[in-house]
């Protein structure tokens, strides 16, 4: 008989005694309106106290939330708990998960969704990886918004759907931006048959790069497209995407999240290093 090794261990959610110290500390500085104190206490812990950076990654993360700041929230999960894309469902708790899975503007995605006959979760997934969720980002390749649109593709499209008046500026409020990047997918769709990894591809790499990769075909199934595709950061991006959408819809498609429950462990015990005595000569 062969023993397999032990699958990986992944940290524990629950704190230990000097996290809950930090924690409560943080949250009384919250009390008195030391925001980024607050914060900063959370973040020596995250940066100092061994196997609980995922600990002070969730507490930061619903400090954000609490503030309606969920792309800093995001941001804080992505920082100080990385590994949390390789960790099972049941290894979190699901308001971790939803931190990390966040839908802000929920009402304007699901509506122009619908509107442009899109999955919501599908959109939801594509601005997480674009901007997310920071609706006032611009692009080192000058991209507004959530969806990242270019000036001149959002005045096209403005023009296209009977926008007037159009300037640049509109990409940085929601509401544009997610009406014209909703009609700019569906376009995308319109032209690749519907076929979401092409549709990626073009959103990241452009057109005609993807009708290019396209050609390379035929292909069988969705994955043998994608392993194809010569950019490693379009490869990424496509697959992320299709990732977080089918998370998305596993968290949030149905009444009850369609994940393992949560199984808490224990925290880690602290190991005190005791000092070996001084050696005289």
């Known amino acids: ?47 100092n106290d061994g ?25 804080y999960i992505k920082h100080y708990a990385p590994g949390y894309l390789y960790m099972p469902f049941d290894q979190a708790p699901l ?19 619908r509107t442009q006959s899109l999955d919501p979760f599908f959109v939801t997934a594509l601005i997480r990886q674009e901007s997310e969720f920071n609706p006032s980002v611009v692009s080192h390749a000058n991209a507004y918004g959530l969806m990242q649109l270019l000036p001149g593709t959002g005045r096209q499209l403005a023009r296209n759907s009977g926008v007037r008046r159009f300037n640049a500026s509109q990409l940085l409020t929601p509401d544009r931006n997610i009406q014209l990047g909703t009609t700019y997918v569906r376009n995308l769709m319109n032209s690749f048959g519907g076929q979401e990894e092409y549709v990626l591809a073009s959103y990241n790499a452009g057109p005609g790069r993807a009708r290019l990769w396209q050609t390379w075909g035929p292909f069988r ?4 497209f994608i392993e ?3 950019f490693h950061e379009t490869r990424t991006y496509v697959q992320v995407v299709l990732r977080n959408a089918d998370t998305y819809r596993r968290l949030y498609g149905g009444t009850v999240p369609e994940i393992p429950a949560y199984h808490p462990k224990p925290a880690p015990k602290v190991q005190i290093r005791k000092r070996r005595p001084a050696r005289h000569s």
Request: charged share 15%; no cysteine; hydrophobic share 45%.
């Open 95 to 113: 308001q971790f998960w939803k931190l990390a899975f966040p839908i802000p503007y929920q009402l304007q995605i699901t509506q122009q969704s």
């Open 51 to 75: 196997d609980q950076a995922n600990v002070y990654a969730y507490e930061l993360a619903k400090s954000a939330a609490a503030r309606n700041a969920p792309d800093q929230a995001l941001r």
């Open 1 to 47: 008989m062969v023993n397999w090794p032990p699958g990986p261990g992944f940290p524990s959610f629950s704190p230990g005694d000097l996290a809950q110290t930090r924690i409560r500390r943080a949250q009384l500085l919250l009390l008195t309106g030391l925001d980024a104190f607050a914060e900063g206490e959370l973040k020596f812990g995250a940066a």
């Open 221 to 224: 199934e969705q994955a043998e």
């Open 228 to 230: 194809t595709i010569p």
